[in-house]
């Protein structure tokens, strides 16, 4: 899967095969070693494939940071099993999964980190948590102001927003999450699924097209 380098020491692992489902995973080469959504598990052999390109393995990943508990985002942490790399997640999808989505076979899952709104210090590197629910109880938007880079999981893509349909989802939330996320002074747009959506003008073009087209239909 191709390596998009978005700005310095900020990469996308885009997912463009459309025969399986994956996220896109995105990696921050800085003094920390960052992995946003590492996908599924069984398919966590692109983000290994890419990582090599860096010269370095899954085991010397500091932090991954899940958006949400959907399997798609999710299940690769697995594959951190007997590293020291830390997993996050907000303590609201952890509850979801305990308490209503056991199905999908993470019940015993304890994150290292459990992501609170607010700042997240990961050494030097400054983010900001954003609290993003509608498509999942606890999802979460990471906002790295360095780089007005916004990880939005999969609250909004490029011309889409996330479904509500699945369990714990809320189209009013949504809704609400996206409006919340617009006011950001964002370059970046670094969705779950999808291409990447970079320049202001642009990023502010798209939270008004999905406002306009979506958002009746939520």
């Known amino acids: 899967m191709p390596i998009a ?32 959504d590492p996908g599924h598990y069984h398919l966590f052999g692109h983000v290994r494939d890419n990582l090599s390109s860096f010269s370095l393995n899954a085991e010397e990943i500091d932090l991954v940071i899940v958006t949400h508990a959907h399997p798609d985002h999710l299940e690769a942490v697995r594959a ?18 305990r308490t209503k ?51 939005s999981g999969d609250v909004i893509f490029s011309q889409g927003l996330g479904r509500t349909d ?26 779950g699924h999808g291409e990447v959506v970079s320049g202001r003008d642009r990023v502010k073009a798209n939270f008004e097209n999905v406002e306009t087209v979506w958002f009746a239909y939520i």
């Open 5 to 36: 380098k978005i700005s310095e020491d900020l990469y996308a692992f885009l997912w463009v095969d459309q025969r399986s489902n994956n996220a896109n995973t995105y990696f921050i080469n800085g003094t920390k070693k960052i992995l946003v």
């Open 101 to 151: 989505a056991t199905h999908i076979g993470f019940s015993d899952f304890e994150p290292d980190v459990l992501l609170q709104e607010g700042e997240l210090r990961v050494g030097d590197l400054i983010f900001q948590v954003i609290h993003s629910p509608g498509h999942s109880p606890g999802s979460i938007s990471l906002y790295w102001p360095e780089k007005k880079a916004l990880f």
């Open 80 to 97: 951190f099993s007997e590293s020291s790399t830390l997993i996050a997640l907000h303590p609201a999808e952890r509850e979801f999964i």
């Open 166 to 191: 699945l369990p714990g989802g809320s189209g009013q939330e949504l809704k609400e999450s996206i409006r919340t996320l617009s006011r950001l002074a964002v370059h970046h747009l670094l969705p």
